[in-house]
């Protein structure tokens, strides 16, 4: 079960990240499960969710494309997907 506020960067993930990173981030041909070990926070602070959006990512795990940068995604709604994503690797075990 997600909080309120995951549930705000639920929405917000669906409009603006889930044609690359799939429903419930579980990535598809084009974008990489964001629910995976590999993002933990150990690994991928909350902050390189954040530089992502805003600089893009080079293709750096996997098969996938480059990121582009998403400038059209306020800081506050990066705040809340990441939210979304952390609880979603929680309820998986990635903490």
Known sequence: ????????GKRVFD?????CHGENAGGTAAGPSL??????????????FELAVRRGV?????????????????????????RYVRELQRANGIE
């Open 1 to 8: 079960e997600l909080s309120a506020g995951a549930l705000a």
């Open 15 to 19: 409009l603006s990240c889930a044609g």
């Open 35 to 48: 629910v995976h070990r590999t993002y933990q926070p150990a690994l991928h602070a909350d902050v390189a």
């Open 58 to 82: 080079r293709a750096h795990h996997g098969r996938f494309a480059d990121m582009p940068p998403q400038p059209a995604v306020p800081q506050a709604e990066v705040a809340q997907i990441t």
